[in-house]
């Protein structure tokens, strides 16, 4: 079943940081580039970040360079997203996101992280 | 990158058209054909509904339909049904390999 299966829910104290992963099953892993995006509370969706699952490259949105870090491991299908210096506005489900041949169009079920001292 | 605007709510009756804006720049929307939409149900990932402005992926009823003018894309959805009540947000290319979305519209269905 084409899936991507994300790590659990995170606990974190302020100043910590978290690596989430997300698991890709059943197709081509190299092929599609993943997109994390994440949602806080109550709020709207916000794009994190790329990576090139084939070369490894990356590309983040401006407000997290220096935060955040997404590698690959290709011998096992998983992508991950490390945030660091966390705090209690990084609360939110993050989600990996599949850019197909057909758009985004697999998403990993969400992975809440909790920042609370 | 700022978000792309969209309107905070709209809503319609049964078999009604209603149509949802996501207004960027020239940056993102106005200089990429590569908007998308996405619904979202209360605590579920968000699906694909619309790609690269009016595409729709297997599996998408035809009753949702995407076009562009200038800076501004939108959402169509004709005939709307119960279950089309949701969230929906667009995304843009906005260069280099960024991407930006809009600030999310809640539709209801009346």
């Known amino acids: 079943q084409v899936q991507l299966v994300q790590s659990g829910a995170e606990v974190k104290r302020p100043g910590a940081s978290v690596k989430v992963s997300c698991k890709a099953s059943?197709?081509?892993?190299?092929?599609?580039?993943i997109h994390w995006v994440r949602q806080a509370p109550g709020q709207g969706l916000e794009w994190m970040g790329i990576i090139n699952p084939s070369g490894g490259s990356t590309e983040y949105a401006q407000r997290f360079q220096d935060r955040v870090t997404m590698t690959r491991d290709t011998s096992t299908s998983t992508v991950y997203m490390e945030l660091s210096s966390l705090r209690s506005e990084d609360t939110a489900v993050y989600y990996c996101?599949?850019?197909?041949?057909?758009?985004?169009?697999?998403w990993g079920q969400g992975t809440l992280v909790t920042v609370s001292s | 990158q700022s978000a792309l605007t969209q309107p905070r709510s709209v809503s319609g009756s049964p078999g009604q058209s209603v149509t949802i804006s996501c207004t960027g720049t020239?940056?993102?929307?106005?200089?990429?054909?590569?908007v998308s939409w996405f619904q979202q149900h209360p605590g579920k990932a968000p699906q694909l509904t619309i790609y690269?402005?009016?595409k729709r992926p297997s599996g998408v009823p035809d009753r949702f339909s995407g076009s562009k003018s200038g800076n501004t894309a939108s959402l169509t959805i004709s005939g709307l049904q119960a279950e089309d009540e949701a969230d929906y947000y667009c995304?843009?290319?906005?260069?280099?390999?960024?991407?930006?979305f809009g600030t999310g519209t809640t539709v209801t269905v009346l």
């Open positions: 020239s940056s993102d929307v106005g200089g990429y054909n590569y």
């Open positions: 690269d402005v009016t």
């Open positions: 995304c843009s290319y906005a260069g280099s390999y960024t991407y930006v």
């Open positions: 996101a599949r850019d197909g041949l057909e758009g985004t169009d697999l």
């Open positions: 059943a197709y081509i892993f190299t092929r599609d580039y």
